[in-house]
């Protein structure tokens, strides 16, 4: 990578080189385990013009997401997350207003995880998804999804067709498209002139200071502060107005934009909708947390490396002692994140023999690059494992409720980000 993709900066200077390693999302079936699996380098760079977070832009969306093997309603705390946002959001913008039908689009739609509760409530939606599998799934739940990817003429024929969007969602996908101006102004032509647009995404700030370097991987192409989410934005004709901060996967920020004609300056920090604070921070206050971690400078990026480093060594010499005292480990989950991790960690079978997951779509198939077997969670409760390697830390409240049945055989959680612990979890 020799210039930014954002401002066309050369100043590009590397945060950590996590060596190469296959696409994250890339799971194989037995029968391709004899095939040679191509592997891609994966350097996190920053560049220090408008201090945008990113990875080259190797492989393509299309080879990740026409077919995705991540189904969103897997999640309960994810889904939850969903409904409350809906409610909110129904209130926040009057979605419900007897005086005109509203219409809201959610870009990346997934599995119609969130717009199923805009349909149970009758309001109009559509999805964007771009992966056929679980868009049928949408489908098949009632959610109306429209199988592409967002681009400027995208937005501009969904908006011709079904009308300007009062509210756009685009939840976890703004890090997942190399053309983020391009997917900018898809978002602008799809929303109305005085409507909304409201952006999930991690929040570089937590990634850095967490040691949440696992959600460095090939589909998410870049990592955003505040400061360079607001440049993103700008660049496809819209202006941020409020920010929340999220506890989702590891630590999120919710970006509330409007067409930039509209926008005005941001809010005080409280949703003009609410009575009362809920977890929004005034843009200002959370710009300058960025710019007091030093993220707006390479000083808030040098030691990230070397934490990084100690992280691998630890997990490392817990599997391997564990296997030299006799005790089993498996893995709980198999997200794309857990293969960063086992990718750089080096974990085989042999530390590792297999790990279990929710999504049946997962069942038979083996993780790339390490190709650990990926079993249903019933094997994990047959077996009665000494320690279960939890790889959705993110989820870690709710897998803690989730698992506590291995409390039953004596069996305790390993969890590796942001540091190594292990959980004895109460029955």
């Known amino acids: 990578m020799t210039r930014c993709r954002l401002c066309g900066s050369e100043a590009m200077a590397s945060v950590v080189d996590l060596g190469a390693t296959p696409p994250c999302e890339s799971f194989l079936a037995a029968d391709q385990l004899d095939e040679a699996e191509p592997a891609y380098p994966l350097h996190l760079r920053v560049c220090t013009d408008c201090w945008l977070a990113q990875i080259p832009p190797l492989i393509t969306p299309e080879e990740t997401f026409t077919q995705y ?45 969130l717009l199923r509760h805009l349909v ?14 679980v868009g049928a799934a949408a489908r098949d739940a009632g959610v109306p999804t429209l199988t592409e990817f967002l681009a400027p003429d995208t937005g501009s024929a969904v908006r011709a067709e079904h009308g300007p969007a009062d509210l756009v969602v685009a939840n976890n996908v703004y890090a997942h498209i190399p ?18 647009v409201s952006i999930e995404v991690q929040h570089l700030l937590t990634l850095i200071e967490e040691n949440q370097y696992d959600t460095i991987y090939h589909e998410h192409f ?38 930039a004609e509209v926008a005005g300056e941001p809010t005080n920090g409280v949703s003009p909708a609410q009575a009362k604070p809920r977890a ?4 200002a206050d959370v710009l300058a947390r960025e710019k007091a971690a030093g993220l707006q400078e390479l000083s808030g990026y040098t030691e990230f490396s070397a934490r990084v480093a100690k992280v691998r060594r630890d997990l490392l010499r817990f599997l391997v002692e564990a296997a030299e005292r006799g005790e089993t480990v498996v893995g709980y989950g198999a997200p794309g994140k857990g293969n960063t991790l086992l990718n750089h960690c080096g ?37 009665k494992p000494d320690y279960v390697l939890v790889l959705p830390w993110n989820l870690r409240a709710e897998l803690v409720e989730q698992l506590s049945f291995v409390h039953d055989w004596g069996g305790r959680l390993v969890f590796p980000i942001p540091e190594l612990s292990i959980v004895e979890v109460a029955s």
């Not at 983020?180 to 032509?189: C, D, E, I, S």
């Open 280 to 283: 929004w921070g005034k843009v």
């Open 179 to 196: 053309d983020v101006v391009g997917f900018t102004q898809g978002l602008r032509a799809l929303v109305a002139d005085d409507g909304w």
């Open 347 to 383: 974990i085989r079978p042999d530390l590792l023999p297999y790990t279990v997951d929710r999504n049946p779509y997962k069942h038979g198939r083996f993780t790339p690059g390490t190709r650990i077997p990926i079993l249903p969670p019933e094997q994990m409760a047959a077996d």
């Open 120 to 133: 149970d409530r009758g309001i109009r939606c559509l999805g964007i998804e771009p992966s056929v599998n």
């Open 69 to 113: 093997a991540y189904f969103s309603s897997y999640s309960t705390s994810w889904v939850e997350h969903a409904r409350t946002f809906v409610a909110d959001a129904v209130q926040r913008l009057a979605l419900d207003s007897v005086e005109k039908e509203a219409f809201v689009v959610e870009v990346a739609s997934n599995d119609g995880y």
């Open 222 to 259: 870049q990592y955003y502060t505040v400061a360079s989410a607001t440049r993103a934005l700008a660049s496809g004709g819209l202006a941020l107005v409020d920010v929340e901060l999220l506890p989702t996967h590891g630590g999120s920020i919710r970006l509330w934009a409007r067409p």
